[in-house]
């Protein structure tokens, strides 16, 4: 479901668009030309279990985890992001969601999506001109982003962390809700359990707190109430 795009109301009754500051100002997100095509080539590889918006989530907390590490080189964490989960259009659909179900899950079709994965990043990268030392460490990251606990370096760890982070948000509550048909507390709980202790960064352990702080909010009987 999209989030709201347009008003239902104006209560103030006149237009105050005329003061609204205008793009990177505000920190306004969007592709830059260069990741705009690797999502071209990668979306058509995404549309499994929502893994296109969700990659799309990812991608705007590792903007922001990037921009809050100097070190990080963002012309590999931010394209390993866009290509991370595109192996699992190579597995069968009804089979995806058992990978990562509660209570032990196919870690065979997690290792497999992880190296279809990598593949597909390969050609990918390779159809755009990325620069070869990016292409070795962007593939060295999707093959094994979810299966290897410990990351191999920054840029991993922040790619691991964005990708853990969506779960949190509004779209990946809501997602993981209708996984496994959970409430919306169940799913929560779930989440919480895989992600705060699985996360490599301090940023992206403040930034899991506060999303977590969001989720809980929305299932508080004094939020409901309010209809």
């Avoid at 995404?46 to 100097?70: C, E, F, M, Q």
């Avoid at 964490?77 to 209570?103: F, R, Y």
């Avoid at 990043?121 to 030392?133: I, T």
């Avoid at 962390?161 to 997602?175: E, F, I």
Wanted: glycine share 8%.
């Amino acid at each position: 479901m999209l989030p709201k795009l347009t008003p239902l109301a104006n209560h103030l009754g006149t237009d105050v668009s005329g003061s609204i500051p205008q793009g990177e100002q505000v920190g306004v997100l969007d592709l830059t030309e260069a990741h705009r095509r690797i999502w071209e080539l990668a979306e058509p590889h995404l549309k499994v279990r929502s893994n296109d918006a969700h990659t799309l989530y990812s991608y705007g907390i590792a903007r922001a985890l990037v921009d809050l590490h100097p070190d990080a080189d963002p012309e590999v964490v931010l394209p390993a992001v866009l290509l991370h989960d595109t192996g699992w259009s190579k597995v069968p659909g009804d089979e995806v969601l058992q990978a990562i179900a509660p209570g032990g899950g196919r870690p065979d079709l997690v290792l497999r999506h992880e190296k279809e994965g990598a593949l597909i990043a390969a050609d990918v990268l390779a159809e755009v001109g990325a620069d070869p030392a990016r292409t070795a460490r962007i593939i060295e990251i999707v093959d094994g982003h979810d299966s290897r606990r410990e990351a191999l370096h920054l840029d991993d760890a922040l790619m691991k962390d964005a990708d853990k982070l969506w779960r949190l948000t509004p779209h990946g509550v809501d997602t993981v809700m209708d996984w496994f048909g959970l409430t919306r507390d169940e799913a929560h709980r779930l989440i919480a359990s895989r992600v705060h202790d699985h996360l490599l960064t301090d940023a992206g352990r403040t930034m899991a707190r506060v999303l977590a702080a969001v989720a809980s909010v929305d299932v508080m009987p004094q939020r409901i109430a309010l209809g």
